[in-house]
Nanobody
């Protein structure tokens, strides 16, 4: 079982930046295990949507709305996932969740999960709130 804990959320004005972190209880970035990790978000009254994902080899995928503004990365030594968010907009306001897929073939599977809100991800954190004001 994987335990995930997000941190780094807060309230920022439009154009500002935040860096989210997700600490995992076990190593999930190994090329041997082929696990994948990702960030998803859910705004009030809306369905959960994908944001970004990364595979065991470091390959990444982003949804169009965050490309060029957000960067997903990992630190295997610290067993931690990150999401650097720049040029934030009010529409980025949401609860952000970290998630892990135990079995992931690579970027193609990540794109699939991002497109459907991560319904196939196996483990989830409890989220960290991001609020962007104009």
């Amino acid at each position: 079982q994987v335990q995930l804990v997000e941190s780094g959320g807060g309230s920022v004005q439009s154009g500002g930046s935040l860096r989210l972190s997700c600490a995992a209880s076990t190593y999930t970035y190994s090329t041997n295990s082929k696990n994948c990790m990702g960030w998803f978000r859910q705004a009030p009254g809306k369905e959960r949507e994908g944001v970004a994902g990364i595979d065991s080899d470091g390959g990444t995928s982003y949804v169009d709305s965050v490309k060029g503004r957000f960067t997903i990365s990992k630190d295997n030594a610290k067993n931690t996932l990150y999401l650097q968010m720049n040029s934030l907009k009010p529409e980025d306001t949401a609860m952000y969740y970290c998630a892990v897929a135990r079995y992931c073939s690579g970027v193609t599977y990540i794109r699939f999960q991002l497109a459907r809100g991560g319904d196939g991800m196996d483990y989830w954190g409890k989220g960290t709130l991001v609020t962007i004001s104009s």
